[in-house]
């Protein structure tokens, strides 16, 4: 168990539907990440938070969107669903700054379909 | 841009071999960190190791090695003795300095044969 925790586990949606995913990151950990893991993108980078603030963002889509609270806690947002926006989707959160480049710590990941 | 390559992407193994995967990785920053993640059948992503790109000293963790050669860009990963519970895909990432986003390769499928 890695510490990090994300819900739902599996959310099946219909095309066009808006859905959140949720995690909350290690105790103590200030970063947080999201990657998307496809069959045919493989795992990427979308965006990092650290202690509620952006730091970095991938290939993130625009109907994408993400947020940290000031409970450290975050979502990813996932609007106007399309059949190519199923995949499994990982938080990870890290201890340190930005800059010290620690190991990330993954959840179980949430599961998308898109029906 | 930082860019990691998994050449094999399936590999089978038998039980007690031991078995290797290769990482090579591209970037033009002169300090970087690479990992190994290992995801098994179950789906989540479990860390194995971290290694800055000052620190060439191979490693070794129980069945696991490491070996980092800056001079072939690459950072190898073999496990030793292969048991069943090793078949997971395996895969390497790089963050360059400055910059935590992971970029990671496509993996290697790991299956050991009783």
Known sequence: ?115 | AQKVTQAQTEISVVEKEDVTLDCVYETRDTTYYLFWYKQPPSGELVFLIRRNSFDEQNEISGRYSWNFQKSTSSFNFTITASQVVDSAVYFCALSEYGNNRLAFGKGNQVVVIP
């Open chain 1, 1 to 115: 168990d890695s510490g990090v925790t994300q819900t739902p586990k599996h959310l099946i949606t219909a095309t066009g539907q808006r859905v959140t995913l949720r995690c909350s990151p290690r105790s103590g950990d200030l970063s947080v990440y999201w990657y998307q893991q496809s069959l045919d993108q493989g795992l990427q980078f979308l965006i990092q938070y650290y202690n509620g603030e952006e730091r970095a963002k991938g290939n993130i889509l625009e109907r994408f969107s993400a947020q940290q609270f000031p409970d450290l806690h975050s979502e990813l947002n996932l609007s106007s669903l399309e059949l190519g926006d199923s995949a499994l989707y990982f938080c990870a959160s890290s201890a340190g700054t930005s800059a010290t480049h620690n190991e990330q710590f993954f959840g179980p990941g949430t599961r998308l379909t898109v029906l």
